[in-house]
C-alpha cells in the first residue's frame, strides 16, 4: 500500500477545471518532485492533497485511508503538512511563536523546536524576532521548520526555491537530507527542473493540469523533460 494515492483526481475552482484525471502514487520514504511550468497545476495539486481543495473521498487516500473529504487540519493529525508558495509566516509572531503553531495537531514524533533549530543553525539566533523581519531565506526555512513542527509523515513543499537567491537555495537545500533521514516523506514542487533531479527519487511533469510524464530521474533523459515541460 502506497503513502499516498490520488485516484483519478479532476478539480479546479468554479467552473475552472485546472487537474484532469491525476494518478499518484507516493511511497512512504520517497522523495517525489513535480515540475512543470506555471499554470501546470503544481500548487493545485499540492491544494488537493493538504485539504484546500476536496474531492470525493476515496480519490485521495492516505495510508490507506480515504481523505477526500477531510479539511486540512484533520490532514494536519493524520499526518499531511503543506508549505504553500510564498514563505507564509505569521509577520507579527516570533520565530518561535510561529514555531508553536505549527505544533498544533501534532502528532508525536522527532521534530521538536530544538530539532528545527538544528537542522536550521540560522533560525536558533532569531528565536525572539518577529518574523517580518526577517530575510526571504529565513522565512523559508521558518516556513519549512513549522511544517515540520506536526511531525509530518508526509510533507509538501510547494516552490520552496522562488525567488531567493541560488546561495540561498542552497543553504535551504542543505537542510533536506536531515529531513528525509528522519523518515519524512517529501513531495516537493519545484520549478527549478535540476533541482528537482537532484533530489527526487521520482518525478512527475504536469502540462496544463495533466500529468505526461513520471518516473526516476535516473532512468528519463533530458530531452524527453524538456519535451514533457514545453509539450513539444
Ligand atoms: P505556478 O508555478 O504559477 O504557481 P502551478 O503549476 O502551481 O503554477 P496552479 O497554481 O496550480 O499552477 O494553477 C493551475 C491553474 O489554476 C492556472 O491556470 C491558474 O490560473 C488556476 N488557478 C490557480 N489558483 C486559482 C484560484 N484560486 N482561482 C482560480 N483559478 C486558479
Known sequence: MSLLELNDVSTGYGHFQALFNINLRIEEGETHAVIGANGAGKS????????????????????????????????????????????????????AENLMVGAHSRRTGMWTMDKVYELFPLLSRLRQRQAFSLSGGEQQALAIGRGLMSNPRLLLLDEVSLGLAPVVVEKIYEAMPAIIKSGTTVLLVEQDVGQAIRFADRITCMLEGRQVLEGSPKEISNEEIFAAYFGV
Open 44 to 95: 493545485t495539486l499540492l491544494r488537493t492533497i493538504c485539504g484546500l481543495l476536496r474531492t470525493e473521498a476515496e480519490k485521495v487516500r492516505f495510508d490507506g485511508r480515504p481523505v477526500g473529504q477531510l479539511p486540512p487540519n484533520k490532514r494536519v493529525g493524520l499526518g499531511i503538512s503543506y508549505v504553500p508558495e510564498g514563505r507564509w509566516v505569521f509577520p507579527s509572531l516570533t520565530v
